[in-house]
T-cell receptor, first 118, second 111 residues
């Protein structure tokens, strides 16, 4: 397993500003992901953070709005740019890990960042 | 149609009850299947994998039917601490390891 931390744990921001969320893992991992969970909803993948190259974004998410950095194998950041109240959500990072007994990959999640945009 | 669909909740059951959650997925190329548990205001945590042969972990039994594209989770002898939202999750390994989440089913176990 991996220990994943996120900063900040929560924030209240004004519309039009930007917030950068940090995700730190205690071991080197190849795959890191960023998800959003809006109130009362399940998780939606924003993008895959690729080390050494540009992130891969899912449909409906663009780099200008959610720029992502992945400078090394233990760290990533997600920026929520030019925020509006619709960006109020929980943002979670995750890392892929291998379940060795059946050779399956799944993901561990960080504790999340709760964002409220006023 | 959603890629992963779950029973609508919430499920309100007494302690000691047996409760079953169902889930269907639409993409036959889906390759790995999981149940995650999410407590209120917490991140999702892996509960168990789901295999075609069925697998059991204590009071929890998971089953996969690939032909019907159907996944289930059975909880026996429910405890108060089982109260949470249970997420059905599909791994699309041919899409870079992307996880697709169901909307979740809320379980509330009452004394």
């Amino acid at each position: 397993s991996a220990v994943i931390s996120q900063k900040p744990s929560r924030d209240i921001c004004q519309r039009g500003t930007s917030l950068t969320i940090q995700c730190q893992v205690d071991s080197q991992v190849t795959m890191m992901f960023w998800y959003r969970q809006q109130p009362g909803q399940s998780l939606t993948l924003i993008a895959t953070a690729n080390q050494g190259s540009e992130a891969t974004y899912e449909s409906g998410f663009v780099i200008d709005k959610f720029p992502i950095s992945r400078p090394n194998l233990t760290f990533s950041t997600l920026t929520v740019s030019n925020m509006s109240p619709e960006d109020s959500s929980i943002y979670l990072c995750s890392v892929e890990f291998l379940l060795r007994d059946r050779d399956q990959e799944t993901q561990y999640f960080g504790p999340g960042t709760r964002l409220l945009v006023l | 149609r959603k890629e992963v669909e779950q029973d609508p909740g919430p499920f309100n059951v007494p302690e000691g009850a047996t409760v079953a959650f169902n889930c269907t997925y639409s993409n036959s190329a889906s390759q790995s299947f999981f149940w995650y548990r999410q407590d209120c205001r917490k991140e999702p945590k892996l509960l168990m994998s789901v295999y075609s042969s069925g697998n059991e972990d204590g009071r929890f039994t998971a089953q996969l039917n690939r032909a019907s594209q159907y996944i289930s989770l059975l909880i026996r002898d429910s405890k108060l601490s089982d109260s949470a939202t249970y997420l059905c999750v599909v791994n699309m390994r041919n899409q870079g390891g992307k996880l697709i989440f169901g909307q979740g089913t809320e379980l509330s176990v009452k004394p």
